[in-house]
């Protein structure tokens, strides 16, 4: 009976990832619910530091090897599958990214484990484990009740909150050192970053997002003029950057970026799942679209029909003239 949770971390360039601290406070709720016990599997190179930010865990199975540098599926797969065939059975969480997904097909296969990709929520009833996952880019969602025996279930980013999972402490450390490590036939040759000088939409607190409603290139200074007023940063959904008017780092959505500002003005966005799944978890969300049916209105917390265009420059107008009598 798969009562304890296993959580695959993931980290990047000295820092876990989001990812991992939701999956941590989901996994501890479960394990919780269940009776049994929440353990955390850390791969990498001078990785140990990171075993403090993993309170939420009972115990953390740590592989640190300099073979594990840069992430290799092949390598932390075969380290993920000895750990597995050890186990009882458990249900293991990854993220539904593309580390994640690099390891979920390959384990599935390779272990004979059922797995379920796209999951949106998890949740302990009647003494079993529900997960809902989403299909056909969101308009579809599927319940299924997990088997007893170990399940891979790869959650997209953005589902829990990773607040829940943020828990300092000192939970037991046993090491892996499987003998099969050297044998991977993947070589890491270079990373490929977007470029330095773009701002990171992921660590701005207040958002200015642009979609087809802005209808062309030029209107773009409407809207940066307002995120300036705002002390905000400019971002869009993929037809706007599909066009080119933008560049690929302000992309939100399940193609872009997954960002969890204190404001996000949508403009113009129809709120298709894709991007839905990048902003949900916005503190406060406003919408602005002409159709009174767009599926952004279900996700706002405040919305208006008017037009975008008009609206803008009123309200940077409206904008400056208060932060001019505040400042007097």
Known sequence: MNKDVLVVSEHFKGRLNEITLELLGKGRELAQARGGRLGVILLGHGVRAFVAELGAADVVWLADHAQLQEFDPEAYGTIILSKLKELPSALVL??????????????????????????????????????????????????????????????????FPSEVGRISGSPEVQLLTPPELVSSRITFRTLIEPPAWDVDITKAAILVAVGRGIQNADNLALAEELAEALGGTVCASRPVIDQGWLPLTRQVGKSGMT????????????????????????????????????????????????????????????????SLKKAS
């Not at 593309?98 to 296969?109: C, M, P, Q, T």
């Not at 880019?137 to 170990?150: D, H, I, Q, R, S």
């Not at 500002?261 to 002409?290: C, D, F, R, W």
């Open 94 to 159: 990854l993220g539904s990214t593309s580390a994640g997904l690099d390891l979920l097909g390959s384990l599935s296969a390779r272990g004979d484990f059922p797995c379920v990709d796209n999951c949106m929520r998890l949740e302990a009833r009647d003494g079993r484990i529900v997960a809902t996952s989403q299909l056909y880019g969101g308009k579809v969602f599927a319940e299924v009740a997990l088997p007893e025996e170990t399940t891979l279930v790869a959650v997209v980013p953005g589902s």
């Open 259 to 322: 960002v969890k500002p204190k404001l996000y003005l949508a403009l113009g966005i129809s709120g298709a799942p894709e991007h839905i799944e990048g902003m949900k978890q916005s503190e406060m969300i406003i919408a602005v679209n002409t159709d009174p049916n767009a599926p952004i209105f279900g996700m706002a917390h405040y919305g208006t029909t008017e037009d975008a265009l008009e609206l803008l420059p009123l309200l940077t107008e409206e904008i400056r003239a208060a």
